[in-house]
Nanobody
Framework: QVQLVESGGGSVQAGGSVRLSCAAS?????????MAWFRQVPGKQREMVAR???????TYADSVKGRFTISKDIAKNTLYLQMNSLNPEDTAMYYC???????????????????WGQGAQVTVSS
């Protein structure tokens, strides 16, 4: 059974940093997997924050460019999201996702992707 488990969330003051980890079990990450971080606040659509893939490189949402960095350690089977210069608008539940064939995506009512984690809450106070 494949599981993605996020860790590292918590509460931080504005301007601070948090690093999220996403550890996979039952599945071995490959450089060519599409791996991504999403976030969601209550009542809003889940949005892509950052994505990484060996062929297409890294992609970031405009709102986090220059502040967040996605990375992976294939040997540790772990995906990371380093978040710096956090502000209250970054408060959300953060989810990791992975798919061997195509980028995970979310629409208004559904998200698509082979594997998803359960989420890690990040709360930024002003």
């Amino acid at each position: 059974q494949v599981q993605l488990v996020e860790s590292g969330g918590g509460s931080v003051q504005a301007g601070g940093s948090v690093r999220l980890s996403c550890a996979a079990s039952g599945y071995s990450f490959s450089d060519y997997d599409y791996m991504a971080w999403f976030r969601q606040v209550p009542g809003k659509q889940r949005e892509m924050v950052a994505r990484i893939n060996a062929a297409s490189g890294t992609t970031y949402a405009d709102s986090v460019k220059g502040r967040f960095t996605i990375s992976k350690d294939i040997a540790k089977n772990t995906l990371y999201l380093q978040m710096n210069s956090l502000n209250p608008e970054d408060t959300a539940m953060y989810y990791c996702a992975a798919d061997p064939r195509s980028p995970p995506v979310c629409g208004v009512n559904n998200c698509y992707g082979a594997y998803w984690g359960q989420g890690a809450q990040v709360t930024v106070s002003s």
